[in-house]
């Protein structure tokens, strides 16, 4: 699976948009980019996934680049239980292990 | 609602002690998944099955043992061959994975084990 490189950490004012970016610049033609994350002490919260094409769903919209070399997840109005880590992972379809990185810790300030 | 609930939600493991760990999922899933996590570390396959009576080792298997008897559950064990059992464990489901599948893995909200 592609590696990727998060920030480590970012802000953003509760009710703007929380834009937090993703580089998988190895990523190959058949992995997936998903979007998932961790509040402190629960599971990991899947959000959203797309191959090529953006993708938008009921919590975030998911840009990818045209080469597919980067992303960013989009939260359109963020709310305090936004704060959690993010985490970008990329995958083959169909592979079984899920490689979590040190993702990104997103606080929104009141 | 459905979803994965793990069980229980902090458990202590005496030394020499084996210790199972509940998961439980009622999205009709077919794979399941038992992982690891550490303090501020990424996750670690344990173990996954994507069918009854069928699973298989990840990454980290030594020290755990799992079953399979029900669609529905996948416990694991915390055997005393596992010599640093402390962690947050993880248990996540999906719908079969083929070659060709993209779905997501879903997880519950974990049990977090300590030695005593």
């Known amino acids: 699976d592609a590696k990727t490189t998060q920030p480590p950490s970012m802000d953003c004012a509760e009710g703007r948009a929380a834009n937090l970016p993703c580089n998988h610049s190895t990523i190959s033609g058949n992995e997936y980019v998903y979007w998932y994350r961790q509040i402190h002490s629960q599971g990991p919260q899947y959000i959203i996934h797309?191959?090529?094409n953006n993708e938008t769903n009921e919590m975030a919209s998911l840009i990818i680049t045209e080469d597919r070399k980067s992303s960013t997840l989009i939260l359109p109005h963020a709310t305090l239980r936004d704060t959690a880590v993010y985490y970008c992972?990329?995958?083959?379809?169909?592979?079984?292990?899920?490689?979590f990185g040190t993702g990104t810790r997103l606080t929104v300030i009141p | 609602d459905g979803g994965i609930t793990q069980s229980p939600k902090y458990l202590f493991r005496k030394e020499g002690q084996n210790v199972t760990l509940s998961c439980e999922q009622n999205l009709n899933h077919d794979a399941m998944y038992w992982y690891r996590q550490d303090p501020g570390q990424g996750l670690r396959l344990i173990y996954y099955?994507?069918?009854?009576?069928?699973?298989q080792k990840g990454d980290i298997a030594e020290g755990y043992s799992v079953s399979r008897e029900k669609k529905e559950s996948f416990p694991l064990t915390v055997t005393s061959a596992q010599k640093n059992p402390t962690a947050f464990y993880l248990c996540a489901s999906s719908i079969f994975m083929t070659a060709y599948s993209n779905q997501p893995q879903h997880f519950g909200d974990g049990t977090r084990l300590s030695i005593l």
């Open positions: 797309g191959l090529k």
């Open positions: 992972i990329v995958r083959v379809g169909g592979a079984n292990n899920l490689f």
């Open positions: 099955s994507q069918i009854v009576n069928d699973f």
